[in-house]
């Protein structure tokens, strides 16, 4: 399903809740704002958490440290992110006005914190040799299963050039996945498709994919194409970068 979550009086959108709204994405996600030299704290008794950067700059202090975030916006630059273990305190200091992403679950194991900037991510450009170019896009991993193998989350993004395709071709897994979309220009769109419902996906937008359903999107032309995901691995079958494709659609996978 689709959903288009507003800012609520706290400048936060509440897109999913371990035991609230959209339960079954099992995880905390949510998209914050802070107005310079407003401060925030993240602080988890038994969830680890991720603070992904959108826009702006931010200080922040864990475990001794000082680290520093700064970011334009995600389609000219690359992000930076704090992953830490539950019981850490961080301290977080607005130095201009700043949009982030907080990405939380269960996880009983400790570990230090990881501070991910532009240099530490994985990138690839995918598709740009197979339809035409019709799929080519460019995927940037933050964390997931190589490089955090202690963490119940993945988390990631991808930019869309416009008018093409991505998460393409049709695929599903077992875990759950969240999406979080914005466009280079506030009028921009596209689709999504989950399962056999497509949506029309707008700055805002938050596609929520339960575990075996297909999903890809498209955006418009002219319209450069953002989104944050956000997996949950599940107990005993983290995802492991498998994609089950739609058994109607592998035959373009040879294709060229």
């Known amino acids: 399903m689709l959903e288009y979550v507003d800012y609520n009086e706290k400048n936060e959108k509440i897109l999913t809740q371990i ?5 079954d994405m099992l995880m905390d996600i949510t998209v914050k704002k802070l107005l ?18 959108l826009s702006g700059t931010l200080s922040l202090q864990f ?23 539950k019981q850490t305190v961080v301290e977080i200091e607005a130095l201009e006005d700043s949009e982030f992403i907080l990405q939380k679950t269960d996880n009983d194991k400790t570990f230090e914190p990881v501070f991910y900037s532009p240099a530490d991510c994985r990138y690839e450009e995918a598709g740009q040799e197979q339809w035409d170019g019709a799929a080519h896009r460019e995927i940037v991993t933050v964390f997931d299963l190589d490089n ?21 071709p049709p695929h599903h897994h077992p875990q759950p996945e969240v999406y979080y979309y914005l466009f280079d220009r506030p009028q921009g769109f596209g689709a999504c498709f989950v399962g ?22 498209v955006t418009a032309p002219s319209y450069k194409m953002y989104y944050c995901w956000m997996i949950r691995h599940l107990p005993n ?7 089950i494709y739609d058994e109607a659609h592998t035959w373009m996978l040879s294709e060229r």
């Open 19 to 23: 035991g609230g709204i959209n339960a």
């Open 36 to 53: 310079k030299g407003q401060k925030a704290v993240v602080q988890e008794e038994q969830k680890e958490a991720a603070i992904l950067l």
């Open 63 to 85: 475990a001794g440290k000082t680290e520093e975030m700064r970011r334009r916006n995600p389609f000219d630059e690359r992000p930076y992110c704090l992953h830490c273990a």
């Open 148 to 168: 955090a193998p202690y963490s119940n989350m993945v988390l990631g993004e991808v930019i869309n050039r416009p008018g093409r395709w991505s998460s393409y």
């Open 196 to 217: 056999d419902e497509v949506f029309k996906i707008e700055d805002g937008s938050v596609a929520l994919i339960s575990g075996g359903n297909c999903h890809q999107q």
């Open 237 to 243: 079958d983290p995802w492991d970068k498998t994609r």
